[in-house]
């Protein structure tokens, strides 16, 4: 992939860094980062995604040439790249961290409520901003309808106005609330004590929250016993003998 989308392999760790100048993130940016979403647990534990510059996410940016299909029919491909991302980190079989600075915005404000754990500076902002544009967030909503409170939801989309990072863990967009200065010190102080994690474990967590909330009660219960004897059955789950 270009620069616009860096992925490094460090380790057990797969850093995926936003780096466009502009902040903003590509559909072709998006479905790259599908991909490598899909495919990180071949070589890795865990995805830390990062922005490189101020701004964590300034939102989606069309990089197909000329105007936009007349029929929604030809248009509706168009967005394929930024639903699969939205997909593949929801499916992707290791945890998926994301670091937030500067503005999260539309595009933005749903991969940082799609992180499996997010950690917010304290100066972070985030907003949806597309109906300013009068563009329906449709987009945007599917990524955030099970991860927050209706009500925010609607508030955020009809009010296109900026929150802050408190704010936005009251809503449930992200899962922590650092100082800037320490931002990545403490998301890199998780991503090892995660990676210090037996795999089995790190892996069936994130599937039972994948799955068991499309379940009913039954269901739920009956897949957490089953999942949980094979777990803990698994030799990188027995502690080495002293």
Not at 31 to 42: S, V
Not at 53 to 72: I, K, L, N, Q, S
Not at 94 to 118: E, K, N, Q, W
Not at 150 to 175: H, K, T
Request: net charge neutral.
């Amino acid at each position: 992939m270009s620069e616009a989308l860096r992925i490094v392999q460090d380790g057990r760790l797969l850093r995926v860094t936003f780096a466009r100048e502009d902040g903003g993130v590509t559909d072709s940016m998006a479905a790259a980062l599908a991909e490598a979403l899909l495919r990180a647990h071949d070589t890795s534990d865990a995805v830390l995604l990062t922005a490189a510059g101020p701004d964590f996410c300034t939102g989606r940016v069309r990089d197909v040439p000329g105007p936009p299909a007349a029929e929604a029919y030809a248009r509706r491909p168009e967005y394929d790249g930024v639903f699969n991302s939205y997909r593949a980190i929801r499916n992707a079989q290791v945890p998926v961290i994301g670091a937030i600075a500067g503005r999260a915005m539309g595009y933005g404000t749903a991969v940082a409520a799609l992180c499996d754990v997010s950690f917010a500076a304290d100066t972070a902002r985030f907003n949806i901003p597309e109906i300013t544009h009068n563009v329906m967030p449709t987009m945007v909503m599917s990524a955030l309808y099970d991860r927050v409170n209706r009500n925010a939801i609607l508030w955020m989309a009809y009010g296109a106005e900026f929150i802050g990072a408190q704010r936005a863990l009251e809503y449930g967009i992200v899962s922590q609330v650092v100082p800037a200065a320490r931002l990545m010190e403490e998301t890199e102080r998780f991503c090892a004590t995660l990676l210090g994690r037996p795999r089995p474990a790190i892996l069936g967590l994130k599937e039972y929250l994948r799955v068991a909330p499309r379940m009913d009660d039954q269901g739920a219960t009956d897949y957490a016993r089953s999942l949980h004897s094979m777990v803990n059955t698994a030799a990188a789950m027995k502690r080495p003998a002293h």
